[in-house]
């Protein structure tokens, strides 16, 4: 098999298309039926039932301004590996200031507390959503961010504090008594000072830091110097995203390592061996989070690309069983073992026309490839 890298197919089948929920039901907190908004990831259709998908929630939903282009930096910076698949939940509001208002951190939790930590959180896990949670809020809705942390630290692993400002001394003064570990969540993000960008807010945020000055620098914290109200979460969102999800960016740099010709720096270990450091370095957070389809691709390439064919079947059919619906996983395996495997070959290849009949309805090329994966089964 010298000299081969065996794709059958040039043309990539594409994960950008997102399917959105609406979701209404009877919202026992607010007393009242309620909606949310769930995008799930593009790989979403893909995985077991066994993958389980972090969160992201976006308060202000009835924002089109804020939301969108929030969505929007998600999806990109998942198209570039540098933030994970995630299910998106827009959460409207109906009084903002209302629901957010913080009056004080004694009593009763506020009802959009208990409506996203609860019954929202327990209607995600038919979404196969839980276990890393991270919250996004813009002026009131940031600093019931903040407010909402308190309440439930456990419950959430970043919380993005857009140019927040009610209450602020008050949660301050309360989470800088919390541990590192808690202030490791929290992404506090203000404008520029000047009258014409966020000169109110600002103005909040330079006295606290004064006089909390341990507090912010034991936070990420993030001056967009030259945006507007509005504009900073936009401009916020790219960076706090980045760095809240380093660890995952970063989390196979140690597997299969390259040099500049993509050639493998040293020998693999057994395939069983690499598997297990590959399942062993996927984390998020606490959360068990498997390689995702490019890391699976990514990783195959590399053994790939060094002539090491037996341990790119085996990321193959381990990627199969997070990715039982994914086509591409059978046909690439197939590919490489009809040198080494004949007769799983032959079933591979039937499994992926299988999966192109059932998933892929609406993908132009999928006659082409069934036409090619029959080509295939007929040398067999």
Known sequence: MKNVLLYLFVIPISLSAQKIDTLKFYSEAFNQERSIYIQTPANYKYASADVKFPVLYILEGQHDWFVEPCIQLVNSLQKTKEVPQMVIVVVPLEDRKAECNVDSLNGPDLPLHTFITKEVAKKLKTYRAEGYNTLVGHSFSASFALYSLIRSVDFYDAVFANSPLDALELLISELSKQPQKTLDKIYYSVGGADQSKDRYHHTAYSKLRNEFPDFFNNIHAFEATFSSPNAVPIVSMPNFLSECFTPFHNRYSEIAKVDMNYKLLNPPQKIENEISLIL?????????????????????????????????????????????????????????????????????????????????????????????????????
């Open 280 to 380: 062993q370095a996927s984390k998020l957070g606490n959360m068990n989070y498997p390689p995702e389809i490019a890391d699976y691709n990514g990783i195959a390439s590399r053994y790939l690309n060094s002539e090491f064919y037996e341990h790119a079947l085996g990321i193959y059919l381990q990627a199969m069983e997070d990715y039982p619906n994914y086509y591409e996983f059978p046909s690439y395996a197939a590919e490489i073992s009809i040198k080494l495997k004949p007769d799983t070959a032959k079933y591979l290849i039937q499994k992926a026309i299988e999966l192109l009949n059932k998933f892929e309805s609406n993908l132009p090329e999928k006659n082409e490839y069934i036409d090619q994966l029959n080509a295939l089964l007929k040398k067999q």
